[in-house]
């Protein structure tokens, strides 16, 4: 499928995304003060996208420790929301190019559904073994000019583009934000909006040929 339908920025879609962005956020200050403000946001956010003046804001830093210490990068919760807007417009143009066992943000799919696979394996082979690993600092690798060039093979909407390049070309890494890493949050809901730019296009770009 090529992404030759045009994204639709009209309230009733953001109204839409809305009710799918806030399914299992945590309340924050920032969360309900867009939330109290938000049909006047919506309204605002509307205007931005269709004249194309919709500017990605900066991304709010600090550092985690779990099994090794992590910085982080954080947006707004009005760029995490255009984030959304942009996942649901590509899901139907990309999900059908990724393998079965590519389960990062896919609808049915998720941590739990990729563990019992794993096990499923692991019971049919006695033998085997699985691996896991990350890619260090993988947002900061990422190539921008050639995911653009990447996303144009399956992507011909002017109107998508433009926000796809706006958002890609805000995340900046050490250069923009003293931070290695953008934040993946671990939600209830089966995906949240930033998987956008890291389960979506972490999986198997090679499977996106014309």
């Not at 691996?131 to 900061?140: A, E, L, S, Y």
Request: hydrophobic residues 35%.
């Amino acid at each position: 499928m090529i992404g030759s339908v045009s994204i639709d920025y009209s309230l009733p879609i953001l109204w839409h995304c809305w009710q799918r962005f806030i399914q299992g956020k945590k309340r924050t200050a920032e969360l309900e003060h867009f939330r109290y403000h938000l049909e006047e946001n919506l309204k605002i956010l509307e205007q931005e996208l269709q004249h194309q003046i919709y500017k990605h804001g900066v991304y709010r830093s600090f550092s985690i420790n779990d099994t090794k210490r992590r910085d982080i990068a954080v947006a707004s919760i009005k760029d995490r929301f255009a984030h959304r807007l942009l996942y649901e417009y590509l899901v139907p143009i990309y999900d059908k190019t990724f393998i079965y066992d590519a389960w990062s943000c896919r609808k049915g799919k998720g941590l739990l559904g990729a563990i019992e696979r794993t096990q499923y394996f692991l019971t049919q082979n006695r033998n085997g073994y699985f691996w896991r690993g990350d890619i260090r600092k993988f947002f900061d690798s990422v190539d921008q000019k050639t995911l653009l060039e990447i996303i144009t093979r399956r992507t011909e909407d002017p109107n998508a583009l433009w926000l796809l390049e706006e958002v890609i070309a805000s995340y900046q890494g050490n250069k923009a934000t003293g931070c290695r890493e953008r934040e993946r949050e671990r939600e209830s809901d089966w995906c949240s909006e930033e998987v956008l730019l890291s389960g979506m296009f972490q999986a198997r770009f090679s499977q996106t040929s014309t």
